[in-house]
């Protein structure tokens, strides 16, 4: 008797902020294909309880790793969406799991001069929360920190826990763009043009540096490329799975 094929698997990472849900028009593309989608909440977001202490970008690669030793069983594919790309890179390059195919959605990671003004701002929206707090100033907190984030433009912050706010500080500090040159697993990027948050550069950077990848840009598509774009990114994740099985 032939050995039954295994079902292939997608783990899918969501960005900061947001959850399973965040892949619902990937799961509709994929209607009809026989494959097993894994689509965990994070540490912080969705059903999942946040961290007892600030996390960094570590942290979440070894959560992940752990959540997909446990349910993956064999080789898979690992689908990324921006901070969800961060723990990609990062388990991809630790060579610990069988990942067989990456999927880089707008995937963040790759640290500018920009990256210290939010840095900066982050810092800013937490000292102006203290002076806020002063006695004589506390009434004109609920609008001052309103305007204080805006200003800053750290809307994460503002909806944040101090836990996770201080998470945020920790992973927005880190660079890595020297560990893709140490991705060796056949990459796929997918980016939309108009992306505000990751901008273009950073996916013609990651395709010039990540070995046996291909990068994928969409006009008219933001930072949420992995739902505007589901379809084709499904049909990328079809035809590997295809050449797989031949």
């Known amino acids: ?28 593309a994929l209607q009809g294909v026989d494959i097993h989608i894994l689509t965990p909440d994070l540490p912080g977001f969705g059903q999942e309880p946040e961290p007892e ?63 210290f003004k939010r840095i900066a701002g982050l810092t800013l929206a937490k000292s102006g929360d203290l002076f806020l707090s002063i006695p004589g100033c506390k009434k004109l907190k609920p609008l001052g920190k309103k305007l204080l984030y805006k200003l800053v433009r750290v809307h994460d912050y503002e909806r944040a826990s101090p836990v996770m706010r201080q998470s945020l500080i920790k992973i927005s500090k880190e660079d890595l763009r020297p560990l893709l040159k140490n991705i060796t697993t056949p990459t796929d990027i997918f980016w939309g043009i108009e992306d505000k948050m990751t901008p273009c550069s950073d996916a013609k950077i990651m395709k010039r540096e990540i070995p046996h990848s291909a990068l994928h840009e969409f006009e008219g598509t933001r930072h949420s490329v992995h739902r505007e774009r589901a379809v084709e990114i499904a049909r990328c994740i079809t035809n590997r799975i295809t050449q797989s099985v031949e």
């Open 1 to 28: 008797m032939l050995p039954t094929m295994q079902k292939p698997t997608l783990v899918c990472l969501h960005g900061w902020g947001g959850s399973k849900e965040s892949f619902t028009e990937l799961r509709q």
């Open 53 to 115: 202490k600030p996390w960094t970008v570590d942290d979440y690669a070894d959560w992940a790793g752990h959540y997909i030793q446990k349910h993956v069983d064999g080789p898979f594919i690992l689908l990324g969406h921006s901070h969800g790309g961060r723990m990609g890179i990062k388990l991809a390059t630790r060579n610990t799991l069988p990942i067989e195919h990456l999927i880089l959605c707008a995937a963040a990671g790759i640290r500018h001069p920009r990256h």
